[in-house]
């Protein structure tokens, strides 16, 4: 057996610690991604959510962080219930990780909870469920107030087409029609648990569940059912595109900003503080959507 050798922020075996002195903090984080570059740090570009955080935290630490998320998200794309992790020698009270890290960041990025968490948990890793929720903007003209926050659409949607196309995606499948062609995946089989539609005052909101995503999943899905919706396809095409395991079956890839990751599920035993999946713009706990 390999002996355990700790690795920053990586995972922990089970009956292994972390080094002396060192503790491992758990964020709770929302952020607007319009103007980011994405989550990912990148080498030219400093604008991004990673970057944002670990310049904050590293102020707080008074030493060097770095980080661990549950789930990377593209430009463009938001999250309300995006979790972190990071390893740090820094002995802080949850006080300075949330009011302290907030009055480093630019206003379109906030933690909302913090706490000390078992070596043994992982941001991504330990992660069971994650759901995320797409925005769909369907009238005549777009909205002035939340141009980049949801999709805009002027034609007509029609919900009950659009749920008949979805039923084909539930379940363990390979999604390969619905992977990015830049995916790093090892294997495009994942298990949609929950793919939700319904109306939210004038939007109409996708709220999707799987266990893990493969690249662009969630817009691919959105994007083959915004086309089934508009009468350009039949729902029984979703299950054409899906059978093909083929990108270009259906290229159609909805845009960034209408897309929120909202939630992230870990194992029973561990307990996380809970906020509400938002965004602000759909007041429903998870499993709201669908029912009206």
């Given at each position: 057996?390999?002996?355990?050798?700790y690795?920053?922020?990586?995972?922990?075996?089970?009956?292994?610690?972390?080094?002396?002195?060192?503790?491992?903090?758990?964020l709770?984080?929302?952020y607007?991604?319009?103007?980011?570059?994405?989550?990912?740090?990148?080498?030219?570009?400093?604008?991004?959510?990673?970057?944002?955080?670990?310049?904050?935290?590293?102020?707080?630490?008074a030493?060097?962080?770095t980080?661990?998320?549950?789930?990377?998200?593209?430009?463009?794309?938001?999250?309300?219930?995006?979790?972190?992790?990071?390893?740090?020698?820094?002995?802080?009270?949850?006080?300075?990780?949330?009011?302290?890290?907030?009055t480093?960041?630019?206003?379109?990025?906030?933690?909302?909870?913090a706490?000390?968490?078992?070596?043994?948990?992982?941001?991504?890793?330990?992660?069971?469920?994650?759901?995320?929720?797409?925005?769909?903007?369907?009238?005549?003209?777009?909205?002035?107030?939340?141009?980049s926050?949801?999709?805009?659409?002027?034609?007509?949607?029609?919900?009950?087409?659009?749920?008949?196309?979805?039923?084909?995606?539930?379940?363990?499948?390979?999604?390969?029609?619905?992977?990015?062609?830049q995916?790093?995946?090892?294997?495009?089989?994942?298990?949609?648990?929950?793919?939700?539609?319904?109306?939210?005052?004038?939007?109409?909101?996708?709220?999707?569940?799987?266990?893990?995503?493969?690249?662009?999943?969630?817009?691919?899905?959105?994007?083959?059912?915004?086309?089934?919706?508009?009468?350009?396809?039949?729902?029984?095409?979703?299950?054409?595109?899906?059978?093909?395991?083929?990108?270009?079956?259906?290229?159609?890839?909805?845009p960034p900003?209408?897309?929120?990751?909202?939630?992230?599920?870990?194992?029973?035993?561990?307990?996380?503080?809970?906020?509400?999946?938002?965004?602000?713009?759909?007041?429903?706990?998870?499993?709201?959507?669908?029912?009206?």
């Amino acid at each position: 057996m390999k002996k355990y050798e700790y690795k920053p922020n990586g995972e922990v075996p089970p009956g292994e610690t972390l080094p002396e002195g060192l503790r491992r903090v758990a964020l709770g984080v929302e952020y607007c991604g319009t103007r980011m570059r994405g989550f990912q740090k990148q080498k030219h570009d400093r604008l991004t959510v990673q970057e944002t955080l670990e310049q904050a935290l590293s102020r707080v630490a008074a030493e060097p962080v770095t980080l661990v998320c549950a789930g990377r998200t593209d430009a463009g794309v938001h999250a309300t219930g995006q979790v972190i992790h990071f390893d740090t020698r820094a002995a802080r009270p949850t006080k300075a990780w949330v009011q302290g890290v907030n009055t480093q960041m630019p206003f379109d990025v906030r933690v909302h909870w913090a706490q000390e968490v078992p070596p043994q948990f992982h941001a991504r890793f330990s992660a069971q469920r994650r759901t995320y929720r797409y925005l769909i903007h369907s009238a005549p003209t777009r909205s002035a107030q939340a141009a980049s926050e949801v999709t805009w659409t002027e034609r007509h949607l029609d919900l009950d087409a659009m749920r008949a196309g979805a039923a084909h995606l539930i379940g363990e499948h390979d999604f390969s029609s619905f992977r990015a062609a830049q995916c790093q995946a090892k294997s495009p089989v994942r298990r949609l648990i929950q793919l939700d539609i319904g109306r939210v005052g004038q939007l109409i909101v996708l709220e999707v569940s799987a266990t893990a995503f493969l690249h662009h999943m969630v817009r691919n899905i959105a994007g083959v059912l915004m086309a089934v919706a508009r009468g350009d396809h039949p729902p029984e095409w979703v299950g054409d595109v899906l059978a093909a395991r083929d990108r270009s079956a259906a290229s159609v890839t909805a845009p960034p900003h209408g897309l929120y990751l909202v939630d992230v599920q870990y194992p029973e035993s561990i307990v996380l503080p809970q906020t509400e999946p938002g965004p602000l713009l759909v007041p429903l706990p998870l499993g709201g959507v669908g029912r009206g």
